[in-house]
């Protein structure tokens, strides 16, 4: 398992090895994380991501999928992009969806894993603009990083408000997950 870390920050200050985007299908940018990395690394960001949706991904980055690209200016050496639901409202999609939202952080680390990053700074998947509640979203989180077979030494969340940063402290205090 792990050594799985919460802070309250940016992550785009993050030195770390894998940077986890929160990115949308297009891979070219967005608001709220994806922005940021985007605007933090600099054109190159955007130019690799033009490369893999004109070759590998020409309909877009499917939901719960993760691929990387160099951190252009960013202190990470790679940014993993991943794609996470939205969230559908309590009810039966919602488990489906749930299931997206898992794998998303497990391929985002199957990824890292991959590269041979030793450390991975995660943001809350789908809780911003995509609505996903906090309280599922930390416990799906926290799952996923203590659940995967060979993940990196390091699983950092790195948590954009002290709300956030509470939220996923209690469900891994429920969960029995323990973190820094």
């Given at each position: 398992m792990p050594r799985i870390e919460l802070v309250t920050g940016d992550i785009t200050a993050e030195h770390v090895d894998v940077i986890v985007n929160a990115a949308n299908s297009s891979l070219m940018g967005g608001g709220g994380v994806d922005g940021a990395i985007h605007r933090a690394g600099g054109p190159?960001?955007?130019?690799?991501?033009?490369?893999?949706r004109a070759t590998t991904f020409r309909a877009g980055l499917p939901t719960g999928e993760a691929v990387a690209?160099?951190?252009?200016?960013?202190?990470?050496?790679w940014?993993?992009?991943t794609?996470?639901?939205?969230?559908?409202g309590p009810g039966p999609e919602a488990d489906e969806r749930r299931l997206l939202l898992a794998a998303a952080y497990r391929n985002s680390i199957g990824v890292a894993a991959g590269l041979g990053a030793a450390s991975v700074a995660f943001p809350a998947i789908s809780a911003g603009i995509y609505g996903w509640p906090a309280?599922?979203?930390a416990a799906v989180a926290l799952a996923a990083a203590a659940e995967t077979?060979?993940?990196p030494a390091l699983v950092r969340f790195v948590l954009f408000s002290a709300r956030m940063h509470d939220e996923f402290r209690r469900v891994a205090e429920?969960?029995?997950v323990e973190v820094a």
């Open positions: 190159t960001i955007l130019e690799e991501c033009r490369m893999l690209t160099g951190a252009g200016r960013l202190a990470a050496r940014i993993v992009h794609v996470g639901p939205v969230w559908p309280d599922d979203a077979a060979e993940p429920r969960l029995g």
